[in-house]
């Protein structure tokens, strides 16, 4: 089972054993379908950091409280802001689905996110290599909503990287992303090596790091 697979069936909320054929199928079935339909695209840009007091961070124009971030970047000097989307197409698909087949919604619901997953973190390992050679190391990942990142910075996050224009992702009334399946997130570059684990630290061995997210 590839890694992709087992992070679906873990979205599904099945233990990593206790799939059934049947579910496996239609998980296989959805990563089939969703790939002729998802267009990754993403757009970064890297700003200086400042943290004029303790939980506190200012990164281009986001004036930022949380005490979580702070603790994640402590030791940076600069950050990269991202956005990124697997495109309107995907969203459709789930529409198409939504009326008479809500169990096909729900598998291709959690195989795009998933899917959206081994986007960053394929990206991200390119990334960590370009900042390696400019003598940066990289924290893991950041998303608004992740403990005290209060979800409300998405809409600045938009507007500072022009997300709008470049990968059509925007924010809905109700403050969602639209596409349904994107992400915002902040990564940051320290000069101290911590080689934090691509998939974050929940999945991290080092208990004693200093920037653990708790
Ligand atoms: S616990 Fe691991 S992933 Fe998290 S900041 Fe430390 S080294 Fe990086």
């Not at 339909?37 to 890297?46: D, M, N, P």
């Not at 709008?164 to 994107?182: D, E, H, Q, R, V």
């Not at 915002?184 to 929940?202: D, N, Y």
Request: hydrophobic share 35%.
């Amino acid at each position: 089972m590839d890694a992709r697979t087992k992070e679906a069936i873990r979205y599904l909320g099945y233990g990593r054993h206790a799939v059934d054929d049947h579910t496996l199928k239609l998980v296989e079935s959805c990563f089939e379908e969703l790939s002729q339909e998802a267009c990754g695209r993403i757009v970064y840009r890297i700003f200086e950091l400042e943290f004029p007091e303790s939980g506190r961070i200012l990164l281009g124009n986001l004036d930022i409280h949380s005490k979580n971030l702070y603790k994640n970047l402590t030791g940076c000097k600069k950050a990269v802001l991202l956005g990124a989307t697997l495109g309107p197409k995907v969203d459709l698909l789930l529409r198409k689905y939504s009326i008479g087949d809500m169990a096909r919604v729900v598998t291709l619901q959690a195989c795009a996110a998933a899917m959206l997953e081994e986007y960053l973190d394929e990206w991200q390992t390119a990334l960590e290599a370009d900042m390696k050679k400019e003598g940066y190391y990289i924290r893991p990942r950041f998303s608004p909503g992740y403990g005290d990142f209060d979800i409300a910075h998405q809409d600045i996050i938009l507007r500072m990287l022009d997300t709008a224009k470049k990968i059509g992702l925007t924010l809905t009334g109700g403050n969602m992303l639209t596409p349904s399946k994107s992400v915002t997130a902040v990564i940051g570059l320290s000069e101290t090596e911590t080689s934090c684990h691509i998939k974050g630290c929940e999945v991290c061995q080092k208990r004693d790091c200093a920037y653990r997210r708790s």
